[in-house]
């Protein structure tokens, strides 16, 4: 059953963060324990790299160089 125009129209009408809260909780609903699997390890990997981070083995950019950096690759 598709959705209704109003009821699309209403959700495209609310703000950025909720719509994206919407989007996620539609997308866990596909997941699979396959796609559980990957988050474990893709949740491992955020947690090695944070550690690789605090420790120092894993370098950093500030913002402004990092917008720089796509500005000047991308749009010049």
């Known amino acids: 059953m598709p959705v209704s125009l109003?009821?699309?129209s209403e959700l495209m009408d609310l703000p950025p963060v909720?719509?994206?809260m919407l989007a996620e909780k539609l997308l866990s609903s596909f997941d699979s324990s396959e796609q559980a699997s990957l988050?474990?390890?893709w949740g491992k990997e955020a947690e090695n790299r944070i550690e690789a981070f605090d420790n120092?083995?894993?370098p950093a950019s500030?913002?402004?160089d990092v917008h720089?950096?796509?500005e000047k690759k991308y749009f010049s």
């Open 6 to 8: 109003k009821v699309e």
């Open 18 to 20: 909720e719509r994206a």
């Open 39 to 41: 988050d474990v390890e």
């Open 56 to 58: 120092g083995e894993l």
């Open 62 to 64: 500030n913002a402004e």
């Open 68 to 70: 720089a950096r796509i």
